[in-house]
């Protein structure tokens, strides 16, 4: 079954609607902001949010960077 928006699921509001609603929606903090991204990847990756997977650090290399000729 090949995926369909459902448009019936938002609406369009004016400018100051929209504005409205994402100052009393939205966290207000940088702590908040950084735990709802958190929360979001533990949902779409689908681990617990208070145990995070470690990060591979074999996947990752480090090098210096190339000086410049100029």
């Not at 004016?14 to 991204?37: D, G, I, M, V």
């Amino acid at each position: 079954m090949p995926f369909r928006l459902d448009r019936t699921a938002f609406h369009a509001g004016s400018h100051e609607q929209n504005a409205q609603y994402h100052a009393t929606h939205q966290p207000t903090t940088a702590s908040e902001r950084l735990r709802a991204a958190a929360y979001l990847n533990s949902v779409a990756f689908g681990y617990d949010p208070d145990q995070p997977p470690r990060l591979d650090r074999t996947a990752f290399a480090c090098r210096p960077h190339p000086a410049s000729h100029e």
